[in-house]
């Protein structure tokens, strides 16, 4: 009912911040957004959780 729709608008909002502050820290460090998403998602799935840190914005090296 109405309570999953409440519960899902949240979880999305939340999502949604955690989007934007990727893209904003990427901005701050003068990296391209697109190609970090682009680097990071052609390697996440292949990425230990203990590497993971690695990928965020301001630690990621691009993959070349």
């Known amino acids: 009912g109405s309570e999953m729709c409440i519960r899902d608008s949240h979880e999305a909002a939340y999502h949604t911040a955690i989007v934007y502050s990727l893209l904003g820290t990427c901005r701050l460090w ?3 957004p697109v190609r970090w998403l682009t680097d990071v998602f052609s ?3 292949d990425c230990s959780v ?3 840190e690695e990928l965020l914005p301001h630690k990621w090296t691009p993959q070349d």
């Open 30 to 32: 003068g990296i391209e």
């Open 50 to 52: 203990k590497r993971l």
């Open 43 to 45: 390697r996440i799935q």
